[in-house]
């Protein structure tokens, strides 16, 4: 593929190795889950790495791995959402396309079994960028995507953590702290176009319509084929004081390599705001890294016919594609 660097207007000729990095939440993930959730993100990452060897897009690619997370109760999206303050799912979900910079994003929305599709949706056929609430559900309905019964986003443990944090002296943002979710990925394909997609049920036990970082481009997700694309999770509220996923993607202007800039993107959330996060971040070369400051994050990467993916940091293990499930 040809690339044009923007300073000097020199093309360089490079190989691409088309590449997808998934994450599915960091925060600390209870010992009983913590395989579900690995083969889950394992199994999302082999599936967006089929479509990009299937000649698919990089968007194609990030929207296929979500829509499986999202269909997984092992995640804080889509079916398994935490709960809000009203024991009730509200997700928001973001998608980017590097090429253009056009994005799609709902935010605060309920009935729906793919946010993130809908987030696509809003990116292909509106112009606008975000949706919220009730305009997104009319917008839903008008574009033929079902609606489904809240009931079906909700699974016994997420209405288990819910009722947990109702009783008197729990401290529902400590708890969340410690169990995070969000699930996003990045990509590039063959032809060096690069996309994220995030998405979530947002903070356990949040004020019913609090819009998060997920919903919000440069804070949830960030992609430019020119810098590269960057997906988060983590706090919120913190996650948007610093705009993770632009910060990150700042440090790589500035020279750094995806993993340093990762690193010193959630160093400067923690000291300035306290915050804990993590990221998953790809550059135009294909180089990727996978990151996180919380005690864990499940996260797996399909490059060059090879599965690569860790749980605690520093743990980083392989697997060839080729290789059974
Ligand atoms: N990062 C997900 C949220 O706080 O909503």
């Known amino acids: 593929m040809l690339l044009i660097n923007p300073n000097n207007w020199t093309p360089q000729v490079i190989d691409m190795f088309p590449v997808v990095v998934v994450h599915g939440g960091a925060g600390h993930i209870p010992e009983d889950r913590s395989e579900k959730s690995m083969s889950g993100v ?6 967006g790495y089929a479509v990009l060897c299937g ?3 990089s968007m194609d690619a990030v ?3 979500v829509s499986q997370l999202e269909n997984s109760p092992f995640f804080n999206a889509g079916c398994g959402s935490v709960l809000n303050v009203r024991g009730e799912v509200e997700m928001d979900a973001m998608v980017m396309d590097g090429k253009t910079l056009g994005s799609g994003a709902v935010s605060a929305v309920r009935n729906i079994a793919n946010p993130i599709q809908l987030a696509r949706l809003v990116m292909d056929k509106t112009s606008h960028a975000c949706l919220t609430a009730e305009g997104a559900k009319k917008f839903a309905l008008s574009e033929g995507v079902p609606e489904v019964p809240h009931e079906s986003l909700v699974t016994e443990y997420s209405r288990m953590r819910w009722t947990k944090n109702l ?7 400590e708890y969340q702290m410690g169990k995070m979710g969000t699930v996003g990925a990045v990509a590039v394909d063959a032809e060096g176009n690069m996309a ?3 998405s979530t049920g947002g903070m356990l036990n949040k004020m019913e319509g609090r819009v998060g970082d997920t919903a919000c481009v440069g804070s949830g997700g960030y992609a430019d084929n020119l810098m590269g694309a960057v997906s988060t999770t983590g706090h919120g509220e913190a996650i948007m004081k610093v705009t993770l996923a632009r910060l990150v993607l700042f440090h790589m202007e500035q020279g750094q390599s995806v993993e340093a800039a990762s690193d010193l993107a ?3 959330m923690g000291s300035r705001v306290g915050g804990m996060g993590g990221v998953v971040t790809v550059d135009p070369q294909g180089h990727w890294a996978a990151r996180f400051s919380s005690r864990q994050m499940v996260w797996a990467a399909a490059q060059k016919d090879t599965l690569h993916y860790g749980l605690y940091t ?3 293990f392989t697997q060839s594609l080729g290789a059974p499930l």
């Open 63 to 65: 929207v296929e791995v």
């Open 55 to 57: 000649g698919g897009s």
């Open 266 to 268: 959630l160093a400067y």
């Open 42 to 47: 394992c199994s999302a990452t082999r599936a």
């Open 314 to 316: 520093g743990e980083h």
């Open 196 to 198: 994220c997609a995030t």
């Open 167 to 173: 009783a008197p002296g729990s401290n529902p943002v």
